[in-house]
């Protein structure tokens, strides 16, 4: 592919010119002119620079400088592209940022997998129903008892077909009549994922 550093070379060489010619013609420096045959723009603080050296080798040479320029712009320009995607990869991924990477991309995958599987366990698990309150199953010349349970939020909860509403904690409190001997108290919790739990207690009352 022909670069500007090529297209002048030859140039200069079809005219029979020494860099040491072309130095004294356009005040430049021989390593200067032979970095811009060789295309090397590396030792040039300034793309100004390289860009007036271009302009007045190629006017000494005959050849014109807008063409020679346009190449120069479009070589740099993917010098600049790579020397940017370098510094980006060398700065922003080491060896210790890629461990880390590695590392939080892990720990997210087993919190996603953590997540994923408690969420179809919730999914296929019916609800649970704690009793907090009577402890004892034994009562004497008591009427009736007050149950105190706990369920989630949004379960719905029947005791004998009536539909009993919890608070915001998921608490639910129910008036339990006693007759004399053994009572016998069903509960029917279920979850919002259609699944129903059901609890039997006894209690029994003394006279």
């Known amino acids: ?40 723009w590396s030792i040039f603080t300034s793309k100004i620079y ?16 807008e063409k020679m320029l346009a190449f120069f712009r479009r070589e740099y320009a993917k010098k600049e592209d790579t020397s940017f995607r370098k510094n980006l990869t060398s700065k922003y991924f080491t060896p210790q940022r890629v461990k880390i990477l590695y590392f939080l991309i892990f720990l997210l995958v087993i919190l996603f997998s953590y997540y994923f599987g408690f969420q179809i366990k919730r999914y296929f698990t019916p609800p649970k129903i704690e009793i907090i309150s009577p ?64 609890i039997e207690r006894f209690y029994y009352l003394e006279l």
């Open 1 to 40: 592919m022909l670069t500007v550093g090529k297209i002048l070379k030859n140039e200069r060489e079809k005219k029979g010119l020494k860099l040491s010619d072309i130095e004294k013609s356009v005040k430049v420096r021989s390593k200067f002119l032979n970095a811009i045959e060789n295309d090397n």
């Open 50 to 65: 390289i860009t007036g050296i271009i302009r007045n080798y190629s006017k000494e040479l005959g050849v014109d400088p």
């Open 135 to 198: 402890t004892q199953n034994i009562f004497k010349h008591q009427d009736k008892i007050k149950i105190i349970g706990k369920t989630e939020r949004e379960a719905i909860i029947k005791i004998f077909g009536d539909r009993i509403y919890q608070n915001e904690k998921g608490v639910f409190s129910y008036d339990f009549p006693l007759k004399e001997g053994k009572n016998k108290l069903k509960i029917e919790i279920t979850g919002a994922n259609g699944k129903t739990s059901i």
